[in-house]
């Protein structure tokens, strides 16, 4: 089993940044991915990025992409989202997810979900 908590979200002026973090715990393995996901209201839910727990599988979705910066910290058990450039469009809740399958980029192959974060970008 593995939990998740995410943190960091708030209200941005468009072009500001912000850091998600994501604390981990329970059994992960190296090559679970770690990814981050967001759904606005009335929409379906976004993958946005992806890394392997064990790093070196980055993956982002083509919106974030040079925005978004997806990391982790292993000895603190944590991902985080560095969301830079932010836009109006960027305003979601946005979810962490760990997934048994180290490849997964679609909601439906993500095995673990946090609580969500809201995320809100002002023009």
């Known amino acids: 089993q593995v939990q998740l908590v995410e943190s960091g979200g708030g209200l941005v002026q468009a072009g500001g940044s912000l850091r998600l973090s994501c604390a981990v715990s329970?059994?992960?393995?190296?090559?679970?991915?770690m990814g981050w996901f967001r759904q606005a209201p009335g929409k379906e839910r976004e993958f946005v990025a992806r890394?392997?727990?064990?790093?070196?599988?980055?993956y982002y979705a083509d919106s974030v992409k040079g925005r978004f910066t997806i990391s982790r910290d292993n000895i603190k058990n944590t991902v985080y989202l560095q969301m830079n450039s932010l836009k109006p469009e960027d305003t979601a809740v946005y979810y962490c997810a760990a997934s048994k399958t180290q490849a997964a980029v679609v909601a439906a192959m993500y095995d673990y979900w946090g609580q969500g974060t809201q995320v809100t970008v002002s023009s």
């Open positions: 890394d392997r727990w064990s790093g070196g599988y980055t």
């Open positions: 329970g059994r992960t393995r190296s090559t679970y991915a």
